[in-house]
């Protein structure tokens, strides 16, 4: 269980010193940029509390309606998206292959991220 839904140089475009070096950026385009690294931010944090508790979180797009209903007690909204906790031994076939596609999305290729 290696995997992180959170891409790994994320932390490498941190926003928070555009303004000191460039203070005549565009307002929207430092907001857009501001916004994505602090939904990564988020993520990971809440990423490595769950997985300290045992869970991954999987995100809502690799479920099925009916199972995101069963389980909405141990949904997680960051932003505009929801993730849930989940254990890897609950997750569906199919809801392992979509993490998988979904993890390498995120990295660019890899594949087998449950595994």
Known sequence: MNYS?????YKE???????????????VKFAK?????YFFKQ???A?????????IL????CMHWERVKQFAERRIKIGRNSFFMMKIEELTEKEK?????YVSE???GEKDATN
């Open 13 to 27: 475009k941190d926003p928070r010193t555009l303004l000191y070096h460039f203070p005549s950026i565009p307002v």
């Open 47 to 55: 990423q490595d509390i769950v997985n300290r508790m045992g869970y």
């Open 5 to 9: 839904l959170v891409p790994e140089r």
């Open 106 to 108: 995120l990295r660019g």
């Open 58 to 61: 999987l995100p809502s797009v």
């Open 33 to 37: 940029i501001t916004q994505k690294f």
């Open 43 to 45: 993520l990971e944090i």
């Open 97 to 101: 292959e979509k993490l998988n596609e």
